[in-house]
């Protein structure tokens, strides 16, 4: 698994992206095509901006793309991003209301500062999960998507059953970009207020394998 990773690591400096995370969010989009010409994308988390490297590379001119972060992004991008630096607990409707009403991708890569006390870096990942969560439930357009990245707990089952009757799929995905060691993955709900599909007789704790990709359905 190693070598995967520093292909990540070398592919980045390559292809002079900002860092590899470029290729998690770029391999969450080729398999659930959710972020595309013209969409509007909130990144919450954005911090240094290479998921938004990826964001303005997809969405094109008619696309909008609106950030946050505790910290300022450092990179020019050159598309536009209407760019907050704030932390998502002071987040309203109306922060991005004049770069876009409602979005169809609302993304949070948020990770805590962690303190190495593993429990306690599970709870802090799941609160930005569901403060994330709950303002993607007041912006999301109709048939919108939500991502946010967790860390494996007991709690990222029920987390997920909350968001379940919301979308029409929710699945868990580790892309192979994301180290093995961490507790990093990432759920992707789709369609936004549709019907949910029937929930699949599936084991919580099996990985499927799909042409080597790591995706849990439910
Ligand atoms: C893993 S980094 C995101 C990487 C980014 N997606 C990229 O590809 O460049 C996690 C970010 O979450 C941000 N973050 C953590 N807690 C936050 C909060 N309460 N409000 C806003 N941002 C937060 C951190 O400042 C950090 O920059």
Same mark, same amino acid.
């Given at each position: 698994?190693?070598?995967?990773?520093?292909?990540?690591?070398?592919?980045?400096?390559?292809?002079?992206k900002l860092a590899?995370?470029?290729?998690?969010?770029?391999?969450?989009?080729?398999?659930?095509?959710?972020?595309?010409?013209?969409?509007?994308?909130?990144?919450?988390?954005?911090?240094p901006?290479s998921?938004?490297?990826?964001?303005?590379?997809? !969405?094109?001119?008619?696309?909008? /793309?609106?950030? $946050?972060? @505790?910290?300022? %992004? #450092?990179?020019?991008?050159?598309?536009? =991003?209407?760019?907050?630096?704030?932390?998502?607990?002071?987040?309203?409707?109306?922060?991005?209301?004049?770069?876009?009403?409602?979005?169809?991708?609302?993304?949070?890569?948020?990770?805590?500062?962690?303190?190495? !006390?593993?429990?306690?870096?599970? /709870?802090?990942? $799941?609160? @930005?999960?569901? %403060? #994330?969560?709950?303002?993607?439930?007041? =912006?999301?357009?109709?048939?919108?998507?939500?991502?946010?990245?967790?860390?494996?707990?007991?709690?990222?089952?029920?987390?997920?059953?909350?968001?379940?009757?919301?979308?029409?799929?929710?699945?868990?995905?580790?892309?192979?970009?994301?180290?093995?060691?961490?507790?990093?993955?990432?759920?992707?709900?789709?369609?936004?207020?549709?019907?949910?599909?029937?929930?699949?007789?599936?084991?919580?704790?099996?990985?499927?394998?799909?042409?080597?990709?790591?995706?849990?359905?439910?």
């Open positions: 698994m190693r070598e995967i990773q520093d292909k990540y690591f070398r592919l980045a400096k390559r292809e002079g590899r995370s470029y290729y998690k969010l770029q391999e969450i989009n080729q398999r659930t095509k959710i972020i595309k010409e013209g969409s509007r994308v909130l990144d919450i988390g954005a911090c901006g998921w938004l490297e990826y964001i303005l590379e997809n !969405i094109g001119d008619k696309g909008v /793309a609106c950030a $946050l972060d @505790l910290n300022v %992004i #450092a990179k020019k991008f050159k598309g536009v =991003v209407d760019f907050r630096k704030m932390d998502v607990r002071e987040l309203t409707p109306e922060t991005f209301a004049e770069s876009a009403k409602e979005f169809d991708v609302v993304v949070s890569d948020m990770a805590p500062k962690t303190s190495g !006390i593993r429990l306690t870096d599970q /709870a802090r990942s $799941l609160e @930005l999960c569901e %403060i #994330a969560a709950e303002y993607a439930f007041k =912006v999301l357009a109709p048939k919108g998507a939500f991502v946010c990245k967790i860390f494996e707990s007991p709690e990222v089952k029920p987390f997920r059953e909350k968001l379940r009757p919301s979308f029409k799929t929710t699945r868990t995905i580790k892309p192979d970009a994301s180290r093995d060691e961490s507790m990093e993955t990432y759920i992707i709900c789709m369609g936004y207020g549709e019907e949910p599909e029937e929930k699949r007789a599936r084991p919580d704790h099996e990985y499927r394998k799909t042409k080597g990709k790591r995706t849990r359905q439910y």
